[in-house]
């Protein structure tokens, strides 16, 4: 029986995943070396890569690790690498080539010549997901942009319409426009109205900021490598329904949930979106500007997959994009930010448990999110690092002073209380921004 033409529409793309690698000075060891980070095992860089390009809904029919003696300018793999991947492209019917390398405009253009496909390099690969997974207002914006920028520098001369001349203006016209002109000039003047969008956005981000900076409760931040499990363990702290799964970029925009630890101690508990190693230079605005919630947080939750072979590369990965964001006249994050870390290794289920790995890595907390097993102990350790910020005040409150009463027992922890024939005096270990926002109580 014939397919439905539906059904045809509706086969997803068939594609093929290329790393192009150099090797590492361990010339023993198959080794990636990104752009100023640690070596990675290659095996585990192409892993990563058929994990983004499944993520967006291609169908993976071939993956293959090619390494380099050489960059060639023109198409970055040697002659015949090029020709081997034609050949495989032809095998599988894969009409998308997704090569986790930065292409030139000029190397993607002549790529898809040789191979009759659509070629994406890594950055475009990302950028496709955060399309897809952007959710917020701003997010949807900065996306928007980083694509446009991205655009911008692809826009060659390597399709015929783009030569077209259009009529010029006025009396003497010229010879007008070319099509390459007129894109380039419209996505301008779109990138300059998504900037403006971005500001107003970026002004309405902060009075919410402040507004949440009038809640007395501390921020706990979670950051890490993507498919770390940061949102599995944002589920398993808050009780929440985040969306997570084992998938890059399963979560894009930040999102905040009430957390209360054992001492009855109240915090406010956000996930945040996954790093990456070499993310495209169009992403990292939008990444400061979603990880500002990180810059205002009391403790930093460094969530790391202990079980992953480049776990330590990934590690470093994450602390070189929060030790950039000291930088700068306008850095977003105090250079101090590690002073309040906490690392969190992840997944120990798949190595034997907590236990097995509570001793690799001093002053970290080894959990699993998925089966619970270390929870307690890392609630408790945040309870402990929130009680090391807090000073013990005495307050004098008159009796008939309800709501200030109130606010002390909801804001901090009432240690001792005397109550006396018209005031009532208090212990209460608080909080310095408490302590200050009491005192603005009117």
Request: aromatic residues 4%.
């Amino acid at each position: 029986m014939p397919a439905k033409s539906e059904d045809v529409a509706a086969a997803p793309t068939r594609a093929a995943v290329i790393l192009p690698f150099e090797r590492t000075q361990r010339s023993n060891v198959l080794e990636f070396a990104p752009t100023g980070g640690l070596p990675r095992a290659a095996e585990a860089r192409l892993a990563e890569a058929v994990g983004l390009a499944a993520s967006i809904g291609v169908m993976i029919v071939h993956s293959a690790i090619h390494p380099l003696r050489q960059r060639r300018p023109s198409t970055l793999l040697g002659e015949g690498q090029v020709e081997m991947v034609h050949q495989a492209l032809e095998e599988q019917g894969a009409t998308l080539v997704i090569v986790d390398a930065a292409l030139t405009p000029v190397q993607q253009r002549n790529l898809e010549r040789e191979w009759g496909a659509k070629v994406i390099d890594r950055t475009g690969l990302i950028l496709e997901i955060f399309g897809e997974r952007a959710r917020t207002r701003e997010g949807t914006l900065q996306v928007e942009l980083a694509h446009l920028e991205y655009q911008r520098t692809r826009l060659v001369r390597s399709w015929t319409h783009l030569e077209r001349q259009r009529g010029g203006f006025g009396f003497l016209g010229g010879p007008g426009e070319s099509q390459i002109e007129i894109d380039r000039r419209l996505i301008g003047e779109r990138i300059i109205r998504l900037k403006r969008e971005l500001e107003q956005v970026r002004r309405t981000r902060g009075l919410h900021r402040k507004a949440r900076e009038r809640v007395p409760f501390p921020v706990i931040a979670l950051v890490g490598y993507t498919n770390a499990g940061k949102s599995t363990l944002f589920n398993a702290l808050t009780g929440a329904t985040v969306y997570a799964q084992d998938q890059l970029f399963a979560t894009l925009d930040p999102t905040m949930r009430q957390i209360t630890l054992p001492s009855g101690r109240h915090a406010i508990l956000s996930d945040t979106v996954g790093f990456i190693s070499d993310l495209p230079t169009q992403l990292i605005e939008a990444f400061r500007a979603t990880l500002e919630e990180v810059a205002a947080a009391d403790i930093i939750l460094h969530v790391r997959d202990v079980a992953h072979p480049d776990s330590t590369a990934q590690r470093n990965d994450v602390n070189a994009v929060l030790d950039e964001m000291t930088e700068g006249p306008d850095a977003a994050l105090d250079a101090g930010w590690r002073g309040r870390c906490i690392e969190v290794l992840n997944k120990a289920d798949l190595l034997g448990g907590p236990e097995a790995i509570a001793s690799r890595a001093a002053g970290a907390v080894a959990v699993s999110a998925l089966t619970g097993d270390g929870l307690d102990v890392l609630r408790e350790a945040l309870d402990a690092r929130l009680a090391e910020t807090m000073v013990t005040e005495r307050f004098d409150v008159p009796s008939e002073d309800g709501s200030r009463l109130a606010w002390l027992y909801r804001h901090g922890e009432v240690l001792e209380r005397v109550d006396g024939e018209d005031r009532i005096q208090l212990t209460v270990r608080i909080s310095p921004a408490n302590r200050a926002r009491y005192e603005l109580l009117s």
